[in-house]
């Protein structure tokens, strides 16, 4: 209280001062530091090991690239059997994915593309995209084959779901293209009017015309 010669004269309370907003990319840097030195050795042995056996998989001989994608799908069938999150195997190899996609692209041992195929199929569900590409869908197709349920439960609803949306698609698509017949006989028969009326026009008009033309 402060005497004024009005009578008392209350202080305002002084507000806090705020907390400058943090950068959402520091944030982020900061975040993945943070997990970076939460991972354990065992998450950390695990990435290394991903990292080898994608860099084996382009390797020129065709026993180690079996190898590896026999030990790469060894991994992720054992950690999907019971998935309630991204399993780890999956999680680690998600940024690999474009690479192994372009050795796909590459071509090869028919054997070693079809393994490859089914690797990058279930691997595809963790980099959806939403082009409508399907590509767990796409590479399941040209994949070695096998038992869908092998790769785990989450893996079999994307696929279905990926079924469903082809599906779809492809109904979609002979509907429009009935459509495009449909308009196209349409024209068809209104040009084929057209025609028979003009002839019939110039049928009339002939006895008009002096002898010889006009």
Avoid at 82 to 98: A, C, E, Q
Wanted: hydrophobic letters at 35%; glycine letters at 8%.
């Amino acid at each position: 209280w402060l005497q004024s010669p009005g009578g008392p004269t209350q202080l305002s309370p002084k507000r806090p001062a705020m907390a400058p907003k943090e950068d959402p990319k520091a944030a982020d840097k900061k975040k993945k530091k943070k997990e970076e030195e939460e991972m354990s050795e065992e998450d950390a042995a695990l990435i290394e090991k991903m990292q080898l056996l994608v860099t084996r998989c382009s390797d020129v001989e065709k026993g180690i690239r079996v190898n590896a994608l026999t030990e790469m799908s060894r991994e992720i069938r054992e950690a999907t059997s019971s998935m309630t999150s991204v399993p780890k195997p999956l999680k680690f190899l998600r940024p690999h994915y474009p690479t192994l996609k372009q050795i796909h692209t590459g071509g090869g041992d028919e054997e070693v593309q079809k393994m490859l195929a089914d690797v990058l199929s279930v691997l595809a569900m963790t980099y959806a995209e939403d082009d409508g590409a399907r590509e767990s869908l796409r590479y399941k197709l040209i994949g070695a084959g096998g038992k869908v349920g092998a790769w785990g439960h989450e893996y079999v609803r994307h696929l279905a779901a990926e079924v469903g949306e082809e599906y779809n698609a492809r109904l979609a698509a002979a509907d429009a293209a009935a459509d495009r017949a449909r308009e196209t006989e349409a024209a068809k028969e209104e040009g084929g009017e057209a025609a028979e009326m003009e002839t019939a026009e110039a049928e009339g008009a002939a006895p008009l015309l002096p002898a010889g033309g006009v």
